[in-house]
């Protein structure tokens, strides 16, 4: 078995119009040994970007203490928020720095990239455990669910979807490729970030996704 398999766990993030969804599964296992039902996998870097991070559960939490330490940095040396495609290259040359003993960990990046307008587009990424950066248009997966989530995104996915429409297809995706994974389930928490004609900050929207509750929202 794969180490990138030995925890389980599945991100998705989801382009729609004026607004973008990132999600994943919350179970934490070895193997096929269930151990958590509430692990998280997807993390705010800022108002305007999430990092999913699927892998092996110990990487997660360094990665995630990596980025955080990174960020920190560039707001204190450059005097401003990072934009979600400069974190996309900050996350693919971390991971880089350590292609000889890499980290198993396979990023998803989503957020609202800001226009020389001074307006917010949707923008995701993923990258493989060495840094390799692969930028989408409609969706990106990662984790053990991946070649489910494909199938499934590909048949659900529509052009220039409304945030309700959004969190729906991104829901429905997420839950009906992890029943057919048994490293991936337990429900699911959806963060979508959405652009308001005249405002300044995306408005974020955590979520939990259940096989019953499909949009039931909860306190950040």
């Given at each position: 078995?794969?180490?990138?398999?030995?925890?389980?766990?599945?991100?998705?993030?989801?382009?729609?119009?004026?607004?973008?969804?990132?999600?994943?599964?919350?179970?934490?296992?070895?193997?096929?040994?269930?151990?958590?039902?509430?692990f998280q996998k997807i993390f705010p870097v800022t108002d305007r970007v999430f990092v999913g991070l699927p892998g092996?559960?110990?990487?997660?939490?360094?990665?995630?203490?990596?980025?955080?330490?990174?960020?920190?940095?560039?707001t204190i040396k450059e005097e401003r928020e990072i934009e979600p495609e400069t974190f996309a290259q900050l996350?693919?040359?971390t991971l880089y720095e350590?292609?000889?003993?890499?980290?198993?960990?396979?990023?998803?990046i989503a957020g609202m990239q800001k226009t020389p307008s001074g307006s917010l587009k949707p923008?995701?990424?993923?990258?493989?455990?060495?840094g390799c950066l692969n930028f989408a248009k409609d969706f990106v997966v990662a984790?053990?669910?991946?070649?489910?989530?494909?199938?499934?995104a590909e048949g659900l996915w529509e052009p220039d979807l409304e945030a309700e429409d959004l969190f729906e297809t991104i829901s429905q995706t997420l839950l009906n490729a992890v029943d057919r994974d048994a490293f991936s389930g337990w429900g699911a928490v959806v963060h979508l970030m959405c652009f308001f004609e005249g405002s300044t900050?995306?408005?974020?929207?955590?979520?939990?996704?259940?096989?019953?509750?499909?949009?039931?929202?909860?306190?950040?």
């Open positions: 078995m794969s180490i990138m398999e030995y925890n389980g766990g599945s991100v998705i993030a989801m382009v729609g119009k004026d607004c973008v969804a990132i999600a994943s599964d919350l179970r934490l296992g070895v193997q096929s040994l269930s151990i958590s039902s509430n092996l559960a110990s990487d997660v939490t360094t990665l995630h203490e990596q980025f955080r330490y990174r960020v920190n940095m560039y996350v693919s040359s350590r292609r000889f003993g890499p980290y198993f960990i396979e990023p998803v923008f995701i990424a993923a990258t493989d455990l060495i984790g053990t669910a991946s070649s489910k989530l494909f199938g499934v900050h995306p408005l974020a929207q955590p979520r939990r996704s259940s096989t019953n509750r499909i949009a039931s929202p909860v306190a950040p």
